[in-house]
């Protein structure tokens, strides 16, 4: 029985492959706000913001 639970800190070159990614514009996209009114577009939007580098989307219902 030696079940040895890591726990994973995210190492330097971990940071540099996600930018690398974010780059490339795979996005590591989590919802920030779901479905709130956008007053330009008239409709409503789910706001996505990505957790690596920060940047914000907006997703059109
Ligand atoms: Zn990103």
Do not use: N, Y
Request: net charge positive; charged share 35%.
């Amino acid at each position: 029985m030696s079940k040895v639970i890591a726990f994973k800190r995210p190492s330097p070159k971990d940071k540099h492959k996600g930018k690398t990614l974010c780059r490339s514009g795979f996005h590591k996209w989590k919802v920030e706000t779901e479905q709130k009114f956008d007053v330009k577009q008239g409709k409503l939007v789910t706001v996505l913001l990505c957790t690596r580098c920060g940047e914000r989307k907006h997703k059109l219902i």
